[in-house]
């Protein structure tokens, strides 16, 4: 399968947080959609009892079966089957930033050129015409998407030397001011005890405690509301990771802090020419400008 989107993420479960409505909408109308993945996400903090025992500190068993969550999830954006960068385990959850997963072996923040070339051979071989992954800030700062971007920032140029100029690249973000106003939607509705309140235990988020860019840097919104079950149902195949309030506006992971199923996913085009752009000089369609 060659063409279409390639989407690099860092961990299961970060296809379908950032960019499951964009999976399954392109999905929707016909066009490749492949999402490699640079880890297990070994280090994950898992929710409820069921799988406990299976945490980096116990029988360190949770990438296995965040395989299959990931499988499901794909399943439900019916996209290919899951690819994980130089093969399943090949590179290990970093964990966050000074912490002792960290220094464990094979850990993701130190797979260097072996990393960048990698990718570029998977580059080479389904030749995207669309790539996406997270800003340099890896969206909200962990060491494991902040190294995926910059594997993918590598690879890029890398590729094309060696025939195949992918023609846009793309950044995930979340539109700080689109984000405002769906919590404050959440937090309204909360307040006056109306129906779709959050579950017990769940609250609100801090302002600036979800992670989001500026608004003016912005320059490609995806309208996904036609993919909003899908995403939903994929949110809820990584039922270690996260869980969906009942109904289905909001997620949380294991800090219960709610967040909203965003009807937009929001994009920043870093390579390739931008297509036609709406009245709020926005594209609004991430293959917009391509033959």
Not at 3 to 28: F, K, M, N, Q, W
Not at 131 to 142: A, S
Not at 177 to 190: C, E, I, P, Y
């Amino acid at each position: 399968m060659t063409g279409g989107l390639l989407l690099v993420h860092a961990h299961p479960d970060d296809e379908s947080i950032t960019t499951g409505g964009t999976i399954a909408h392109y999905r929707r109308r016909g066009v490749p959609v492949t999402v490699l993945t640079c880890t297990l996400g070994e280090e994950g903090e898992v929710i409820g009892d069921e799988w406990a025992q299976l945490t980096a500190d116990r029988a360190d068993q949770l990438g296995g079966y965040r395989i299959l969550e990931l499988t499901r999830a794909l399943q439900a954006l019916d996209a290919a089957p899951p690819r994980f960068l130089g093969g399943a385990g090949h590179w290990r959850d970093s964990g966050m930033a000074g912490t002792p997963a960290a220094e464990k072996p094979r850990v993701f923040v130190k797979s260097g050129d072996e990393a960048v070339q990698a990718l570029t051979e998977v580059i080479l071989e389904l030749r995207p015409q669309v790539v996406i992954t997270y800003d340099p800030n890896g969206g909200y700062g962990h060491p494991d998407h902040i190294r995926a971007h910059q594997i993918t920032t590598a690879a890029i140029p890398a590729a094309a030397e060696r025939g195949w100029d992918t023609p846009k690249f793309y950044w995930t973000v979340t539109d700080a001011d689109m984000l405002r106003q769906h919590t404050a939607a959440l937090a309204k509705r909360t307040v006056d005890g109306l129906p779709g309140r959050l579950p017990p235990g769940w609250r609100l988020p801090a302002e600036g405690e979800l992670a989001s860019v500026p608004s003016r840097t912005v320059t490609t919104t995806l309208d996904v509301s036609d993919a909003l079950a899908a995403k939903r149902a994929a949110l809820r195949a990584h039922a270690t990771q996260v869980t969906v309030a009942p109904s289905g506006r909001e997620f949380a992971l294991s800090n219960n802090v709610a967040q909203p199923v965003l009807p937009e996913e929001c994009f920043v085009l870093v390579r390739g020419r931008r297509g036609s752009v709406g009245s709020d000089g926005r594209e609004h369609d991430l293959l917009a400008g391509l033959e």
